[in-house]
């Protein structure tokens, strides 16, 4: 991972922990796949496209939604 794509991720999940949420806790509370999302914001953040994929889509937008960070695009 780049330095961009790693300060993006630690900034999401520090974001969560303030909140008192890991993401693992944030995923099953949100009703998604605790081990897709860490998967997904990975692979997403720093990116300079939106994902194509809907549920991929979907958690990407809540996470900065819910954490105020863009993570890509």
Not at 15 to 28: D, E, R, V
Not at 33 to 48: C, F, N, T
């Amino acid at each position: 991972m780049s330095p961009t794509r790693t300060s993006i991720s630690f900034s999401v999940r520090a974001s969560l922990m303030a909140k008192g949420f890991s993401l693992a806790g944030w995923a099953k509370l949100q009703g998604y796949d605790p081990i897709s999302v860490p998967k997904y914001l990975r692979r997403w953040a720093g990116r300079q496209k939106r994902p194509i994929g809907v549920q991929t889509r979907t958690i990407i937008e809540a996470l900065e939604k819910d954490t105020g960070i863009k993570i890509c695009g």
